[in-house]
């Protein structure tokens, strides 16, 4: 009996040495785990500077786009400026075309004789 426990006792410690042996990681087990972590890291990096790489050019666009509206605002600054005084020198020519009128009616007066400066000159033509 004692050689047939002892066979029972191999063939148990058999199992037990396979099942430690399916429970170990296989090396190339391992290496799936260790590049699957590396995958992972390498795609997180690159989700990071994704990430970064678009808040930098949306920040470029809302620079861009405040330099764009200052611009914006100062042309419509400056181009109120020269409405008003496009409307300055509109109201100079005409005042001066109004002055002009009011010269040529005062010289074409002086130029007439006076008809009824003098009574008794009206009388006797």
Avoid at 105 to 121: A, D, G, T
Wanted: aromatic share 6%; hydrophobic share 30%; glycine share 2%.
């Amino acid at each position: 009996m004692s050689t047939r426990n002892s066979g029972v006792e191999t063939d148990a410690n058999d199992q037990v040495a396979e099942k430690e042996i399916f429970c170990a990681p296989l090396p190339n087990e391992q290496d799936d785990n260790d590049s699957g972590g590396e995958i992972s890291h390498i795609l997180d990096s690159m989700v990071k500077e994704e990430h970064k790489r678009l808040r930098h050019c949306h920040a470029q666009r809302r620079y861009r786009a405040r330099k764009l509206h200052k611009r914006i605002v100062a042309l419509q600054r400056s181009l109120v400026l020269l409405q008003n005084y496009r409307d300055v020198l509109q109201e100079t020519v005409y005042l001066r075309y109004e002055n002009a009128m009011y010269e040529r009616r005062i010289s074409e007066s002086h130029k007439e004789p006076l008809r009824f400066s003098n009574p008794m000159n009206s009388i006797m033509e």
